[in-house]
């Protein structure tokens, strides 16, 4: 404890950028991604530019096995690394601006009362007479060129002032503190209780933290890669501690509560990790074969296929019952299973899947959360924010065979399935253009549709359209309903479509089942 102290020093914002992309400042692996949106950059930038504080970084020194969460900067093979436990957005915002890397291109108007900074846009770097690149005014070779074309006299002389005002944002000077002599436990504790205070970090996050502390490597080696090549497939709605949570469910099968990973030994997290990856793929594989989606444009919470996960992970593909897992997941997605009080319900679940009727225990928590699960015409009233709707209208229309309403192609596996307004919101007054994005008065087509036809009320460009096509977007046929005057009874008359044909497919899938 003697041994332990905080260095605190003030550091140039040119030492701590080189020192990050030339390795002597690393990323810890428990850190999260680059998170921040470009549109701050902007504003770290002006408060620097202004003299402003922002806030401390912390860094740790000392002799670890850890590894580097980030690969743009190499690990030095000799000198003091420092780990970068807090401050890791501020400085890598710097360093893209700085050195003016893809998505993060900040420009500054000197010409503005005190000179303004602001992303560039296409407009912006046509305009160069009042827009530069932070970037090349920070850069030596290039602002001697921008000094060149400034005009004579005092016009040039304010120009110029302003513009050594940004390039002193290289030397303003931000407090570090070094932890010296601490472990990399006590790095992980203040990087844990800095942002827990803060509220700056999500659960994912601490949880990472922790893992990271006790399993060296486990996250930066197994889990980033995995979720990020999930994600790039598509599925980006699976979070870390969605796996987390499959992942412990399955290293403790009896156990009551759940158990966090890092209160896990090696061996039983690498073999339960094993299962939850190929459990993982095959809950995939059910989203893909059972509803047609190779993404989760519409499918709203990665939470809802933890129980998937975690079936596929406990039982034998003799045991799986993937239509019944299929009937259960449409009916929490449209009785928003996960929206409020989550982790409550997943625990419930996850214990409804070590029952010996596990369907059975998954659709009992539903129905004493939710009452009757019998489908009516009201759970498809919400609007296009209705995520859980939304995604009940689509399995409705899909039992239907659904096809694209102007092509007839039968929509399965798209990677691009767009929505269309049946009546357009722009055929409304203005009041009651709200009213347009009810579900009910949403079609799905995989094509990009011509203007006219985008316009035209129902009554026009419906009648052209095979009635086969209608009844696969479960689209009332009676034609006196295509009238805009009619609108609100056309939506009921869907409403109570779509009810019947989500209704079809629950009992096709959970045969025999109370709902």
Same mark, same amino acid.
């Given at each position: ?11 140039k ?24 949106k ?6 770290l ?6 003299? =402003? ?19 743009? %900067? ?15 957005q501020r400085l ?11 998505g993060?291109d900040?420009?500054?108007?000197p ?6 900074? %602001? ?17 090349q005014i920070l850069?030596?070779?290039q ?14 002389e ?13 030397? =303003? ?7 010296v ?5 006590n ?32 996250i ?16 980006r ?22 158990t ?15 299962k ?9 594989s ?5 509803? $047609? ?22 039982t ?15 009916l ?7 929206? $409020? ?7 419930q ?11 059975? %225990? ?5 129905r004493?959360?939710?009452g ?5 015409s ?9 995520? $859980? ?36 919101r722009?055929?409304f ?12 008065n ?7 549709i011509?203007?006219s036809?985008?316009?035209?009320v129902?009554?026009? =460009? ?7 096509i ?6 009332p046929l009676?034609e ?17 479509l ?10 096709e ?7």
């Amino acid at each position: 404890m003697s041994d332990q102290h905080l260095q605190i020093e003030n550091v140039k914002v040119r030492k701590l950028v080189d020192d990050y992309r030339s390795g002597r400042i690393l990323i810890p692996e428990f850190q999260r991604d680059y998170v921040w949106k470009p549109s701050r950059a902007a504003k770290l930038i002006d408060s620097l530019y202004r003299n =402003y504080p922002i806030s401390t970084v912390l860094l740790w020194t000392g002799d670890t096995d850890t590894k580097a969460r980030r690969t743009d %900067s190499r690990p030095q093979r000799s000198g003091e690394v420092s780990w970068l436990i807090d401050g890791q957005q501020r400085l890598i915002t710097l360093s893209k601006i700085i050195y003016g890397e893809e998505g993060i291109d900040v420009v500054f108007n000197p010409n503005e009362k005190d000179g303004v900074f %602001s992303l560039s846009n296409a407009a912006k770097a046509k305009d160069s007479k009042n827009w530069f690149h932070v970037s090349q005014i920070l850069d030596d070779d290039q602002y001697r060129q921008i000094r060149r074309n400034l005009p004579e006299g005092k016009r040039g002389e304010e120009l110029e002032r302003k513009f050594e005002g940004v390039r002193r944002i290289l030397d =303003y000077e931000i407090p570090v503190i070094k932890m010296v002599g601490h472990t990399f436990d006590n790095a992980v504790e203040a990087f844990t209780r800095i942002n827990m205070l803060g509220v700056k970090l999500k659960t994912e996050d601490i949880a990472s933290a922790k893992v990271a502390a006790k399993h060296t490597g486990f996250i930066v080696d197994e889990v980033v890669p995995f979720l990020s090549k999930i994600k790039q497939e598509g599925f980006r709605r699976i979070s870390v501690m969605h796996l987390f949570r499959a992942c412990a469910f399955v290293a403790k099968p009896d156990g009551r509560n759940r158990t966090p990973l890092h209160e896990l030994d090696k061996k039983e997290i690498s073999q339960a990790w094993n299962k939850i990856k190929s459990a993982t793929r095959e809950a995939i594989s059910l989203v893909k074969s059972e509803f $047609g989606l190779v993404n989760m444009d519409i499918l709203w919470s990665g939470a809802l296929l933890v129980p998937i996960i975690a079936l596929y992970a406990s039982t034998s593909p003799r045991e799986r019952n993937v239509k019944g897992m299929a009937g259960w997941l449409a009916l929490a997605a449209l009785y928003h299973r996960y929206s $409020g009080a989550s982790e409550a319900a997943l625990d419930q679940d996850l214990r409804a899947c070590r029952s010996s009727d596990q369907i059975g %225990s998954l659709l009992s928590n539903l129905r004493r959360d939710n009452g009757s699960l019998a489908i009516s015409s009201k759970d498809f009233g919400g609007s296009l924010l209705d995520k $859980g709707g939304l995604f009940g209208l689509y399995v409705a229309c899909r039992q239907k065979d659904l096809k694209d309403l102007f092509t007839g192609k039968t929509i399965l596996i798209e990677s691009k399935v767009d929505r269309h307004h049946i009546f357009p919101r722009s055929k409304f007054l203005e009041k009651d253009r709200p009213k347009a994005d009810t579900l009910a008065n949403i079609a799905f087509v995989t094509n990009s549709i011509n203007t006219s036809i985008r316009n035209s009320v129902p009554e026009v =460009y419906l009648p052209q359209i095979d009635r086969r096509i209608l009844e696969s977007q479960c689209i009332p046929l009676d034609e006196s309903l295509w009238r805009m005057d009619r609108a609100e009874e056309f939506w009921e008359a869907r409403r109570e479509l779509l009810a019947k044909a989500f209704s079809e497919f629950i009992k096709e899938t959970l045969p025999g089942r109370r709902v």
